[in-house]
């Protein structure tokens, strides 16, 4: 899995996904370092549907998913579970951290030159 681009609240995830075809769908799940997603400091998004996103790269067939919603300037790490009705889940990937990035606050002083 990878990460890009990374902006400062969303982040583009990408991942292989494998030719087989009892795949229906993967779980993606978000930890927060700064814990800010929650009393768990997670989110878990499911039923990202293989047929969706797919974008052919050199006859290997990848997963996007825009993860938007994050928090500026804010450490996270992610991993992608295969799953399937019969089996469940597959065992997570290895995970990846990334960081979003900052946003400096200019609303107050922004606001001013407009109105100049």
Not at 21 to 39: F, M, Q, R, W
Not at 68 to 96: E, F, H, M, W
């Amino acid at each position: 899995m990878d990460v890009r681009p990374i902006g400062g609240t969303y982040a583009v995830l990408r991942w292989k996904s494998e030719k087989a075809s009892e795949i229906e769908s993967y779980t993606l799940t978000v930890e927060s370092k700064d814990n800010n997603l929650g009393a768990l400091g997670q989110r878990q998004i499911t039923n990202i549907n293989v047929l969706e996103n797919p974008s052919d790269e050199k006859d290997q067939r990848f997963v996007s998913y825009n993860l938007t919603d994050l928090s500026p300037y804010t450490a996270y790490t992610a991993r992608v579970q295969a799953v399937n009705k019969k089996v469940g889940l597959s065992p997570p990937s290895d995970p990846i951290e990334f960081k979003t990035a900052e946003i400096r606050k200019c609303i107050y002083l922004c606001f001013l030159i407009t109105l100049m």
